[in-house]
């Protein structure tokens, strides 16, 4: 088995912080990491051991908190406990006290939002809007440069145009990013709410 604690602080190459590009995605493959972090951002940044368990167990199960049998928590308790937990403690991501049970947000959860975009449902990645956004403005302000049609603007007006569709979009993209398109802005972890 790998460590990832060891990995995380050696590839500062592909890091983006203290957890590296690979070790990231590998952390968040796992869906209860991503619960985990769910809660933790959604509920003061801190919990206990149990109170992780029963949450976790309860969205798995699609159920309430109420219906979460001893066993449904009892399994999700033991796999946070011998393995998730101390894998996200290890590189930083939250801070796991095993004798008292308590679990915190760490210093490089901070490392991991750029992986934590929601792209839900149709919608277009920021990537491609952008892409788009960019043909767009090339094919108009090619037609401005070489005269191919008529136009009512001066080419410095057409240049204005082109910067400030880029300035709305990136104010646009920098708004939603904050408050819309992240993990911990749900009640539920956007996998469930699908």
Excluded: C
């Amino acid at each position: 088995m790998v460590d990832l604690g060891t990995k995380a602080r050696t590839r500062s190459d592909e890091s983006t912080g203290d957890v590296s590009y690979d070790d990231g995605f590998q952390l968040l493959s796992n869906h209860r990491r991503r619960y985990a972090l769910q809660y933790l951002y959604r509920n003061g940044e801190s919990a206990t051991l149990g109170e992780l368990a029963e949450r976790i167990a309860a969205w798995e199960n699609g159920i309430s908190l109420g219906e979460v049998s001893s066993s449904e928590r009892k399994r999700v308790y033991t796999s946070l406990q011998q393995i998730h937990l101390p894998r996200m403690d290890d590189m930083d991501v939250i801070e796991y006290d095993d004798r008292s049970g308590t679990v915190e947000l760490g210093p490089a959860a901070d490392d991991l939002d750029v992986y934590m975009e929601i792209v839900a449902g149709r919608d277009v990645p920021w990537s491609q809007f952008y892409l788009g956004l960019g043909l767009v403005n090339t094919a108009l302000l090619g037609v401005v440069a070489f005269d191919v049609a008529a136009h009512p603007l001066t080419d410095g007006a057409w240049g204005l145009f082109a910067a400030t569709t880029v300035l709305v979009a990136s104010v646009v993209h920098t708004y939603y990013n904050r408050t819309e398109m992240r993990l911990q802005v749900h009640d539920n972890p956007p996998e469930i709410d699908r």
